[in-house]
């Protein structure tokens, strides 16, 4: 009954996950205009190595995202906002290791994110808020799974955990990394990675574009990802360039 109960919450949460980051980086940016700091603690020093280890963090949820999408089999770890589809069941690569890496990455990502804010409130609360909704998501794409590969995933989930990853048993992916498909899934994760840091020194310095530093190089940075992504967007929508590709 439990878990019926998680894959139904996990159905609608499904349909609205896509929203999640956006929220997570507005928030994160208020937080980071009250707090005004680039850590919680006391020491300059300290405080810049919470943000950088912030930034690690999300970065390393981002490249999981990355090495996911890329190795993932054909028709599989789509973008669907509808329901869950898979040709295949993945097995193999970052998923020899978790069912769920993706999500795994998610929540990493998310948790970095908001550490960035400077607060460790903040963090723990994307983390845990992170946790309950990609379980509950994680919870209903596999009831799927498990109906359209019964045996198959029977055999891998008493293998493989559910979203902590274990530390043996790689199996080489079975496809080739493909880039259009990963730049195609995983490109506005890695833009928002960029804004958040954009834009929570924006906010530290009250918004205020005078306040800024004379040495913008971030913000220089900021804009020509921001125009990757804005190209990114526009290939795929008037272009064959991502055609196929979910």
Excluded at 48 to 74: D, E, H
Aim: charged share 20%; glycine share 8%.
């Amino acid at each position: 009954m439990y878990q019926h109960e998680l894959a139904r919450s996990g159905e609608v949460l499904f349909k609205i996950r896509g929203h999640y980051l956006t929220g997570i980086v507005v928030i994160g940016a208020l937080v980071a205009y009250v707090v005004d700091d680039d850590g919680p603690f006391v020491s300059g020093v300290a405080d810049q190595a919470w943000f950088w280890g912030s930034v690690a963090v999300a970065v390393i949820g981002a490249l999981i995202r990355v090495i996911t999408s890329g190795y993932a089999a054909p028709g599989t770890s789509g973008n669907s906002k509808d329901a869950p589809k898979a040709a295949e069941l993945n097995t193999t690569g970052p998923y020899s290791l978790v069912r769920n890496p993706l999500y795994v990455g998610r929540i990493l990502n998310f948790t970095g994110l908001a550490m960035m804010s400077g607060s460790w409130e903040y963090g723990v609360v994307v983390f845990l808020i992170s946790v309950l909704v990609y379980e509950r998501v994680a919870v209903f794409e596999e009831e799927f799974l498990r109906k359209e590969f019964p045996e198959a995933h029977a055999q891998w989930a008493t293998q493989v955990p559910f979203l902590l990853p274990r530390l043996h048993g790689w199996v080489p992916p079975k496809y080739p990394f493909w880039w259009r498909r990963c730049i195609r899934r995983e490109n506005k994760k890695l833009f928002w990675l960029a804004t958040a840091m954009m834009l929570y020194d924006f906010a530290r310095h009250d918004f205020d574009l005078s306040q800024l530093p004379e040495d913008p190089v971030g913000y220089i940075v900021w804009a020509v990802i921001a125009l990757a992504a804005l190209l990114i967007h526009s290939l795929r929508k008037y272009s064959r360039t991502f055609q196929g590709i979910t």
